[in-house]
């Protein structure tokens, strides 16, 4: 099970952070992922880490404005977002994927979906 929040509204520039509590994993090989999807626009992979090893994963697209961490002893991966821009604005997803690092982030890099999914949150930036 995988619990997001932290969505809402914020100003050009401005910074939220989303939190997603994972639970029910039989084991710590997996990694978690955020996505995203802008209305009329295919779903994006944005960033993504294992649980593990801690290996990170970030699109070009946020490379450099988003940081993905995890609290191991929380079970919860944050994604901080700075430097929002009113093209950020769409629904974010947390995702898991079992398995390695290169395993999770190939399957993001082209593109496909994780396996575990949580319910979206909405993140609007406001110009």
């Known amino acids: 099970q995988l619990q997001p929040c932290g969505g809402g509204l914020v100003q050009d520039g401005g910074s939220l952070r989303l939190s997603c509590t994972a639970s029910?994993?039989?084991?710590?090989?997996?990694?978690i992922g955020w996505f995203r999807q802008a209305p009329g626009k295919e779903r994006e992979g944005l960033s993504c880490?294992?649980?593990?090893?801690?290996?990170?994963y970030y699109a070009d697209s946020v490379k450099g404005r988003f940081t993905i961490s995890v609290d191991n002893a929380r079970n919860t991966v944050y994604l901080q977002m700075n430097s929002l821009k009113p093209e950020d604005t769409a629904v974010y997803y947390c995702?898991?994927?079992?398995?390695?690092?290169?395993?999770?982030?190939?399957?993001?890099?082209?593109?496909?979906?994780?396996?575990?999914w949580g319910q979206g949150t909405r993140v609007t930036v406001s110009s």
């Open positions: 880490i294992h649980i593990t090893d801690g290996n990170t």
């Open positions: 029910g994993f039989p084991d710590d090989n997996y990694a």
């Open positions: 995702a898991g994927q079992r398995g390695s690092s290169l395993f999770a982030m190939g399957t993001m890099q082209i593109n496909l979906e994780f396996d575990y």
